[in-house]
RNA sequence: GCCGCUGUGGCGGAAUUGGCAGACGCGCUGGACUCAAAAUCCAGUUCCUUCACGGGAGUGUGGGUUCGACCCCCACCGGCGGCACCA
């Protein structure tokens, strides 16, 4: 009978579900495996073939895992609040849970028709009250160990965004948000922010344990951007009292500063300007506040800026240094003010041109009036440091800086704060409430969750602030004194409950903590945890920021969340280009499984390439992947619907040095999470196993074991086929002998100045005296040496030899 | 500009420590089966040259190390991703 994909993947799939097959219990007895898929934001447009690569790929490595005796925890749950469901909502007048619960309806069902050994008693959803209360939960302990503030702050606002919106410094690209493309601007709001750069350098540190792709790595660095140098105080003259503070990686420098420039929003800009500056200084400081960030960076890359009038002296040799301010010096970062050194510098050295300031050479090397020169050198003009190299200089600079008491050693990052408040309805709300009478109180733990208020008129509130505000009777409270109160208005950003997730998945039920700590202490880590590389910075970072402070509160067991992390890669449309609608070359999970079904798309995505690469779809190959099933189908199954005769218990060995070779290939390969290559192997022995008259069940129940963790719908009903009552999925792992790969004669190539020649079968611990004079006997080698000298002759035993004439 | 990754047949991709380049699949060609087609099974398939045996070239380009280089080193070119006035 032929291969019917339809009907056996709904029987397995149903067997599953009623058996609840992939139920996860802790189990001492047994070593632990969590394997964990990036949960999925359930979008309208329903799963994208992108999904099920890395799911299948978690998916293979959790069944393989059950096989070889561990207990697997393999979940999958919903990251369900997000701007889309709340956009919905404004323009149809309908409430975004429900929306939200539609999606994710069909978000499952999808899921599921793709035969992922999830179980599904633990899936979670990061809208649920009985979630996000832990979000809540979560966010107040940060807030006492004063990791959760409030500030008036710059923040990206952006005007056109959804009714006006603040978005973090990560969703800005190209001084655009990231959804959307609105434009972006800086201005002072309140906004809740966390403060994870005080968790910064555990962030980079702990990187170095990981086993992550080294690109994730680095760009978390990047962000983060943790430098070393020092600050240096200059004195204002004339002004008693003003300090301005520099942050330089460059110290070793100091004598070659010819000016400074502050950043437009420096405090001090207004105090020491000079009043036949002022007005310039007024002019400039309106036209920069006016500017996005785009303007401010992208397309202005000529520097702009003005004298204020008012001298820094330098510390170090007394030089007076006239202070500017330019908009190239950025307010957020380090102090706002920068000694400048345009001989060796770029953009010191541009702006110096453009204003016609001072260029001092410090560093031999190059000719600082044509360009700045940036390398290493022995340092001239420079007193003290004259003739000393850059490191050197630059430690004796620090020593003589902290000495004088004119700054000392500081480090300074990239990373900021993390702006946590959004001006929306559909998040979680902050659990803060501000009195009359000014003072700020958390919900109290009790309370929590502090639900979102259910309602079918959802207004933006005109004011920039979320709708919420205009929800009266939850945002007005009164306590048990009659004192009144209003809530914060503000939600979390969506990275709020992925931010700890996976934590839920270990004891999802619990209503008494986040996660008991019997559960915490046996799952985790999380052993294997794959998605998309564009969470790289984003979540991921966050994520271990809460992971970490979890840590530090006794509640998480480990320093890092996530031990392993592998990006899949993307999957092209066949055209090579990015997936999207507007190209036309989207295709729908949904028909693959209907035309040939789940294990046909399973096998064709591990199949196709490196699952870390991007690789672009092929029809052609999809049919391929789905005519092997039906070959191997054919292999196991007669006309009749019977096991065919051909697979007995006779073994007339002709397979035995194959199905050895496979299982051990086959078991490292997807063991690396190189299904490409194993699955190649698979097909090897199945075309082999074509060409013999006798099957061996051994062999055949340990291939059907093999193509399991990929295929496992046809698996199962293979697997049917030898043992009627159990299902595989904890049948185990198939061995391989050894002794079975080790043969006494081995083959040996034979090249005469490097070039294959001829090929010898000598046994396999055969001297290389006497190899050698085998090689040489070979005919071919002989008539192409052909009575020339051997200048040298190599061999390598078990490999090659080599002669060179 | 800086950082990371990457470049192999017509296509997707293999190649463990420096040791037979192109496994496996797709496509293509031929054969078997069939009235025929599809499906299936078998065989071939890097390029050039040769009836053939053979011979030559070949892993983005140019150089180097080595008995031997897809693999290591230097310089360059193309593609993908990230960062981008961060002092």
Redesign the pocket.
């Known amino acids: 009978m032929a291969y019917e994909h339809d009907a056996i993947e709904k029987k397995w799939q149903k067997f599953w579900q009623d058996n609840k097959t992939f139920k996860a219990t802790i189990n001492n007895d047994k070593p632990k495996y969590y394997a964990l898929d990036m949960f999925p934001y359930p979008s309208g447009q329903g799963l994208h073939v992108g999904h099920p690569e890395g799911y299948t790929a978690t998916d293979a490595v959790s069944r393989m895992h059950r096989m070889q005796g561990f207990n697997v925890l393999h979940p999958m749950g919903w990251d369900a609040f997000g701007l889309p469901a709340e956009q919905y909502a404004l323009k149809t007048g309908n409430n975004p849970k429900d929306f939200t619960n539609q999606n994710i309806q069909v978000f499952k069902k999808q899921i599921q028709s793709l035969g992922f050994s999830y179980d599904w008693d633990r899936e979670i959803n990061t809208t649920d009250p009985k979630f996000y209360k832990w979000t809540q939960w979560i966010f107040e302990q940060l807030y006492k160990k004063g990791l959760a503030y409030e500030d008036k702050i710059m923040v990206n606002w952006a005007p056109d965004f959804m009714g006006g919106t603040v978005v973090a ?2 969703e800005v ?2 001084g655009k948000t990231e959804r959307g493309g609105y434009p972006v601007y800086r201005k002072p709001m309140r906004q809740w922010v966390l403060k994870i750069t005080e968790y910064a350098d555990r962030l980079v540190d702990d990187l170095d344990d990981l086993d992550w ?3 994730i790595k ?2 978390q ?3 983060i ?1 943790r ?1 070393t ?1 020092s600050s240096v105080f200059f004195n204002v003259e004339g002004h008693e009292g003003a300090q301005i503070e ?6 070793d420098t100091l004598f070659g500063a010819s000016y400074m ?1 502050l ?1 437009p929003e420096h405090e001090l800009v207004d105090q020491i300007t000079t009043p036949e500056q002022a007005d310039a200084i007024k002019k400039y400081q309106d036209e920069v506040s006016r500017r996005s ?1 785009l303007e ?3 397309l ?5 800026g003005v004298f204020t009038g008012a001298y820094g002296i330098n510390p170090v040799n007394g030089d007076k240094l006239p202070i500017w301010i ?16 345009p001989a060796h ?4 050295w ?2 110096a041109k453009k204003f016609d300031l001072r260029i001092t050479p410090v560093i031999e090397g190059g000719d600082v009036q044509e360009a700045p020169y940036v390398g290493d050198g022995a340092h001239i003009n420079s007193e003290f440091l004259n003739g000393k190299n850059k490191a050197d200089a630059i430690s004796e600079m620090i020593d003589w800086l902290e000495e004088h008491h004119a700054g000392e050693k500081k480090v ?5 704060d993390w702006i946590f408040s959004r001006q929306r309805y559909w998040g979680e709300p902050i659990p803060v409430i501000q009195w009359e009478d000014g003072e700020t109180t958390l919900v109290p733990e009790d309370e929590l969750p502090l639900r979102l208020p259910d309602t079918n008129q959802l207004e933006p509130s005109g004011t920039g602030e979320s709708p919420l505000a205009n929800i009266d009777d939850w945002v007005n409270v009164v306590d048990e004194n009659g004192r009144k109160g209003k809530r914060e208005t503000n939600t979390m950003p969506q990275w709020a409950g992925s931010s700890w997730y996976w934590l839920r998945y270990m004891d999802p039920d619990n209503d008494k903590e986040l996660a008991s700590q019997e559960a915490l202490n046996y799952w985790s880590p999380v052993d294997l945890y794959v998605g998309g ?2 969470h ?2 984003l979540h991921l970072l966050y994520a271990r920021f809460w992971h970490k402070v979890l840590y530090d509160l006794g509640i998480v067991p480990t320093k890092e969340p996530f031990q392993k992390l592998v990006n899949q ?2 999957i092209l449309g066949e055209n ?1 280009e ?1 997936m999207s609608k507007s190209k036309g070359n989207v295709v729908n999970p949904d028909d693959i499984v209907n035309q040939y079904g789940a294990d046909t798309l399973r096998l064709y995505e591990m ?4 699952l ?5 779809w ?1 029809e ?2 999809l ?3 789905y ?2 099933i ?2 191997i189908w ?2 196991f199954v007669d006309d009749d619907n019977k096991l065919r005769d051909r697979i007995t218990t006779i073994n007339d060995g002709k397979l035995d040095k194959i199905y050895n070779q496979t299982v051990k ?1 086959v078991t ?2 997807f063991g690396r999470m ?1 299904f ?2 194993g ?6 022995f ?2 082999d196993a ?2 013999v008259d006798d099957l061996p069940v051994e062999y055949m129940e340990g291939f059907v074991k093999m193509i399991s963790p990929i295929m496992p719908h046809v698996a199962e009903e293979l697997w049917s086929f030898f043992n009627e009552s159990d299902t595989i999925a904890y049948q185990a792992w198939p061995t391989y002998d050894e002794s079975q790969l080790v043969e006494d004669e081995i ?3 034979v ?1 005469v ?5 001829g ?1 010898i079968k000598v046994a396999k611990d055969l001297d290389k005296a006497a190899v050698q004079e085998i090689a040489l006997a070979n005919e ?1 080698v002989h ?2 040496i052909d009575g020339q000298d051997i ?2 002759l ?1 061999v ?1 035993p078990g ?6 004439i």
Do not use: C
């Open positions: 410094n990560e690209v190209d792709p080294e690109s680095e760009q660095r990047n962000w951007g430098s140098g520099v942050f330089t990686t460059r110290p420039v950043a960030d401010r960076t992208d202005n890359k000529d520097k702009s330019g908009d190239y010096v950025l307010a957020s970062y380090g102090t706002g003010a920068i000694m400048a050194v510098d770029e953009r010191d541009e702006f300074n990052y990239r990373l900021r590389a564009e790289a910075v890669g993307m090579h990015k199949f196709m390439g490196p870390e690469e991007s690789v672009p092929g052609k190959g049919h391929g992947s005519k092997w039906q070959r054919r292999l290939k490292e390969d190189h490409n290559t699955i190649s192997q698979l097909m090897v199945v075309n074509y060409k083959e040996m190539v090249q100045n490097g070039k294959v020649k090929h071919h008539s192409t200048r040298k190599i390598v490999k090659i030899v080599n002669i060179v």
